[in-house]
């Protein structure tokens, strides 16, 4: 009786994967592996054939032998020979079984030294071809190659082109002109998703890249972060084929491959005739005009990333620090939905003088992270608020109080836009009926070098601030004023503060939208001063009663509508019936009917139509509006003040609500939704 090799016996029992052959020199006959696991192959006696992919990273693909494997689950999968072969391996995989038909699904020369890693997406039950050779015609040898569920920790693809910042990786320091410094940071960039990502040169599907300045500075014992420069758009024209982040998986030119990298240069980042303005980009959609506008300009510091010499200080402690951030934004990308994770910081230190400072890299790049994340690293008790605007772009809102000591406050607050095309026009903050507020502040961006329509710089005219109504307000200019308006445009953070008498507490502010759209405002979670007086009750936001069908609202507001809101109700002004000026203001809410109406209970929030019924007893209409742009008040000019419509008497407590109407098919089968409560005891 023949007697079978011991391998070869284990092999049919299935105690190793079943794969002795060394690897196949013809792709038409390519040997069989299956399963998971490492197996056994060698080049030496292969030849070079002229099938598959002609090369990765630069070199080629010789003396290559095939194998065919069926995938065991629909997932990512890894090809590798990391610490496996002894020689510079290149490989490659394709869809199907035998010779190469379509395109490879991967191919990777060097991603941990000589050897090779391709990732690649498998769907369960299919056939994939791997191609194994060599990256040179002198290379072969004996060694193995791994098959592996998913791929190495980090780089799993998302769906579609997703191009983020690897590195902030390099700094250029140029001279100063008429008070203004002016640098550039090399990026390399990363494409973590599982399509390639374009990069076509002379069109306007190619990536551009801005930086970032950013400072944290302590004054007066109050950390206060903010933007201090501004570059102009490096268009994209060639992308390489490197394995920064993730093991590259072919591509290069006129495509960023799917794991590949590629590094732009401060030098080429800072080179002025290359630069276009960043008016002509929307952030949201990745769009932009080709070719770019083109300004005169002059002088070693245009275009560059411009900082003010004031803004600069030599870094010696931790009271003062900078950060460099930098961004990509490129249509395809932006069509995946993968818009969200394109920033990256680093952090830098300041050397020089008055008349001319150095920026200088330290730490590492802290990837898809905006530099206003590093403000609540440093501060703990900052409270950063992801604003995601509907069929527009991310807001980041951060805020801060600080106690200065004999009954004052201060309130500090930065709005980072990352890219919405709508922008941001007004910054309302709530303020209690009575308190004072001083030391009002607002720092923006200064465009410079023709940056808007028509060569025209875009206005960066501080923002108007005002104290009234309950709000401490910041606006610029409507869009229908000045299209140039100094608007919280994308890829910028604009900084508010104020100093005020009353105590801080968990609220929301409300960030006003610049272009014309629905909704107006966003409400964010925020700390602002605390209400002494009137509250708010009854909440949709968890902290109470339960929405009727788990539509948890935003901090501080009523449940959650069909507009991903909350309807927040709130007052200003004086609830005093001989002096009445008390007014209820209505935000969040569809552009729909409201009523606003009075109780004579507070009650605890009972389930009603989409959101909770906090105001009850004797209920009194007081009147219907209708929402503009999200928001509406009562009473309006020509409306009897509160106090004559719900017949208040002094030391009155009443209840107040709006009721508006929902249409849209959300929750339950009712079409109406309602703000939380707000409750106020009547003055004299």
Same mark, same amino acid.
């Given at each position: 009786m023949a007697r079978l090799p011991l391998a070869a016996l284990a092999a049919l029992l299935g105690l190793v994967p079943t794969a002795f052959a060394q690897g196949s020199d013809l792709c038409g006959t390519p040997t069989v592996v299956s399963g998971l696991?490492?197996?056994?192959?060698?080049?030496?006696?292969?030849?070079?054939?002229?099938?598959?992919?002609?090369?990765?990273?630069?070199?080629?693909?010789?003396?290559?032998?095939?194998?065919?494997?069926?995938?065991?689950?629909? $997932?990512?999968?890894?090809?590798?020979?990391?610490?496996?072969?002894?020689?510079?391996?290149?490989?490659?995989?394709?869809?199907?079984?035998?010779?190469?038909?379509?395109?490879?699904?991967?191919?990777? $020369? $060097?991603?941990?030294?000589?050897?090779?890693?391709?990732?690649?997406?498998?769907?369960?039950?299919?056939?994939?071809?791997?191609?194994?050779?060599?990256?040179?015609?002198?290379?072969?040898?004996?060694?193995?190659?791994?098959?592996?569920?998913?791929?190495?920790?980090?780089?799993?693809?998302a769906l579609g082109p997703d191009v983020i910042v690897g590195d902030v990786s390099d700094v250029n320091n140029y001279n100063p002109l008429a008070g203004i410094d002016a640098f550039a940071l090399g990026t390399t960039s990363c494409n973590m998703g599982n399509a390639p990502l374009n990069w076509f040169a002379s069109t306007n599907q190619h990536p551009v890249i801005g930086c970032n300045l950013y400072r944290y500075k302590v004054v007066d014992g109050a950390g206060r972060f903010e933007q201090v420069g501004m570059s102009w758009l490096k268009h994209g024209f060639a992308a390489l084929s490197g394995s920064l982040c993730c093991p590259c998986q072919g591509g290069g030119g006129s495509q960023l491959g799917v794991g590949c990298s590629d590094p732009y240069s401060a030098g080429l980042n800072g080179s002025q005739s290359g630069l276009g303005p960043r008016w002509q980009v929307d952030a949201h959609t990745g769009f932009f005009t080709y070719p770019p506008a083109?300004?005169?300009?002059?002088?070693?510091?245009?275009?560059?990333?411009?900082?003010?010499?004031?803004?600069?200080?030599?870094?010696?402690?931790?009271?003062?620090?900078?950060?460099?951030?930098?961004?990509?934004?490129?249509?395809?990308?932006?069509?995946a939905g993968n818009q969200n994770n394109n920033s990256s910081w680093r952090e830098m230190t300041v050397t020089g003088s008055a008349s001319n400072y150095n920026l200088n890299l330290i730490s590492v790049t802290q990837r898809t992270q905006p530099a206003i994340r590093v403000w609540a690293q440093i501060d703990p008790e900052v409270v950063l608020t992801d604003v995601q605007v509907p069929n527009d772009g991310l807001f980041i809102v951060g805020s801060r109080s600080y106690d200065m000591g004999g009954g004052i406050w201060r309130y500090e607050y930065s709005a980072y836009n990352m890219n919405s095309h709508r922008s941001g026009g007004t910054f309302r903050v709530p303020v209690p009926q009575g308190a004072t507020v001083t030391n009002a502040g607002f720092n923006s961006v200064i465009y410079r070098n023709g940056d808007g329509p028509g060569n025209t710089n875009m206005s960066s005219a501080p923002w108007t601030f005002s104290h009234s109504g309950g709000f401490a307000t910041w606006a610029t200019e409507t869009e229908a004023q000045n299209n140039r308006a100094n608007a919280l445009r994308w890829g910028t953070t604009y900084s508010f503060r104020f100093d005020c008498d009353s105590p801080p507490a968990n609220g929301s502010l409300v960030l006003g939208l610049w272009r014309s759209g629905s909704p107006g405002t966003e409400l964010v979670d925020a700390r602002v001063p605390a209400n002494s007086g009137p509250t708010a009750f009854c909440l949709g936001d968890g902290s109470g009663e339960a929405c009727p069908c788990g539509n948890v609202g935003t901090f501080g507001g009523g449940c959650l509508n069909s507009l991903g809101m909350s309807g927040y109700l709130a007052g200003t002004g004086t609830a005093s019936v001989a002096s009445d000026t008390f007014v209820l203001n209505g935000s969040g809410m569809p552009d729909s009917a409201v009523l606003y109406y009075q109780?004579?209970?507070?009650?605890?929030?009972?389930?009603?139509? $989409?959101?909770?019924r906090c105001a009850g007893g004797q209920t009194t209409r007081l009147g219907t509006k209708q929402n503009v742009g999200s928001f509406s008040i009562y009473p309006a000019a020509g409306d009897a003040p509160i106090s004559v419509q719900g017949a208040c008497a002094p030391g009155d407590t009443r209840a107040y609500q709006a009721w508006y109407r929902n249409s849209a098919a959300f929750c339950t089968a009712d079409t109406f939704n309602l703000t939380n409560g707000y409750q106020v005891v009547w003055l004299p």
């Open positions: 696991g490492t197996f056994p192959y060698s080049t030496t006696t292969a030849t070079t054939g002229s099938e598959g992919q002609p090369g990765c990273g630069g070199g080629g693909m010789f003396r290559d032998v095939w194998f065919t494997w069926t995938a065991t689950a629909t $997932d990512q999968f890894t090809l590798s020979s990391c610490g496996l072969a002894s020689w510079d391996t290149a490989y490659a995989v394709y869809a199907g079984a035998g010779c190469p038909t379509s395109p490879a699904l991967g191919c990777n $020369d $060097d991603s941990c030294g000589l050897q090779t890693r391709v990732i690649f997406s498998a769907v369960s039950g299919n056939s994939y071809t791997f191609q194994l050779a060599s990256y040179s015609s002198g290379g072969a040898g004996s060694g193995s190659f791994q098959i592996s569920q998913g791929g190495p920790p980090g780089c799993s693809p083109n300004p005169p300009w002059s002088g070693s510091t245009a275009r560059r990333i411009e900082v003010a010499l004031a803004d600069l200080e030599v870094t010696t402690g931790s009271s003062t620090r900078y950060f460099g951030e930098c961004q990509y934004v490129t249509p395809d990308d932006a069509a109780g004579t209970i507070a009650l605890a929030g009972v389930p009603f139509g $989409d959101g909770l």
